[in-house]
T-cell receptor, first 112, second 112 residues
Framework: NAGVTQTPKFQVLKTGQSMTLQCAQDMNHNSMYWYRQDPGMGLRLIYYSASEGTTDKGEVPNGYNVSRLNKREFSLRLESAAPSQTSVYFC???????????FGEGSWLTVV | DQQVKQNSPSLSVQEGRISILNCDYTNSMFDYFLWYKKYPAEGPTFLISISSIKDKNEDGRFTVFLNKSAKHLSLHIVPSQPGDSAVYFCAASDRKGDKFYFGSGTKLNVKP
């Protein structure tokens, strides 16, 4: 069972470059999320999509954009990467908003 | 300001003894709580949940207690095993249920 799959697992970017983190879930979940994890800060919500066709800002949306491509896929885009965006990014999904969420394995992003 | 706080960054316990991980929250609208366990280089995995209509939920060696008046929850692991060594996150969501807020995590070390 794949669950939540995110790519790439590791990426190094130069300041100002752009990139997209891809996420797909095979659990037929309605809601999907992007979190970032930083030391001492726990997991902070960047954007979420309560259902296909909707997206909303989380706690730390600045510098990011998202696309809910279909029910399965939810991508996170950094238009102009900054060193402050160096972090571990987790995609997650849940059957409906407010239910238990399931995480992918993480994407380690370094911006130099 | 963080709405979910885990004030102990680390905890060390002897194998076989009880581990108690604590979590405090500030938002009285929170009514659903989750605990996650995270190993290095992996995504968080769901452990146990509790809703505000209950004050205790048990699953094998894991028990979560909720004290709504104190806005406090705790996770008890009995008996603790070396394989329990990981970072534990608590999370909370409000009645709208759109998103979860996470604490900063407690790193548990269970010594053999």
């Amino acid at each position: 069972n794949a669950g939540v799959t995110q790519t790439p697992k590791f990426q190094v970017l130069k300041t100002g470059q752009s990139m997209t983190l891809q996420c797909a879930q095979d659990m037929n979940h309605n809601s999907m999320y992007w979190y970032r994890q930083d030391p001492g800060m726990g997991l902070r919500l960047i954007y979420y999509s309560a259902s296909e066709g909707t997206t909303d800002k989380g706690e730390v949306p600045n510098g990011y954009n998202v696309s809910r491509l279909n029910k399965r896929e939810f991508s996170l885009r950094l238009e102009s990467a900054a060193p402050s965006q160096t972090s571990v990014y987790f995609c997650a999904s849940s059957e409906i908003s407010g239910n238990t969420i399931y995480f992918g394995e993480g994407s380690w992003l370094t911006v130099v | 300001d963080q709405q979910v706080k885990q004030n102990s960054p680390s905890l060390s316990v002897q194998e076989g003894r009880i581990s108690i991980l604590n979590c405090d929250y500030t938002n009285s609208m929170f009514d659903y709580f989750l605990w996650y366990k995270k190993y290095p280089a992996e995504g968080p995995t769901f452990l146990i949940s509790i809703s505000s209509i209950k004050d205790k939920n048990e699953d094998g060696r894991f028990t979560v207690f909720l004290n709504k008046s104190a806005k406090h929850l705790s996770l008890h692991i009995v008996p603790s095993q070396p394989g329990d060594s990981a970072v534990y996150f608590c999370a909370a969501s409000d009645r709208k249920g759109d998103k979860f807020y996470f604490g900063s995590g407690t790193k548990l070390n269970v010594k053999p």
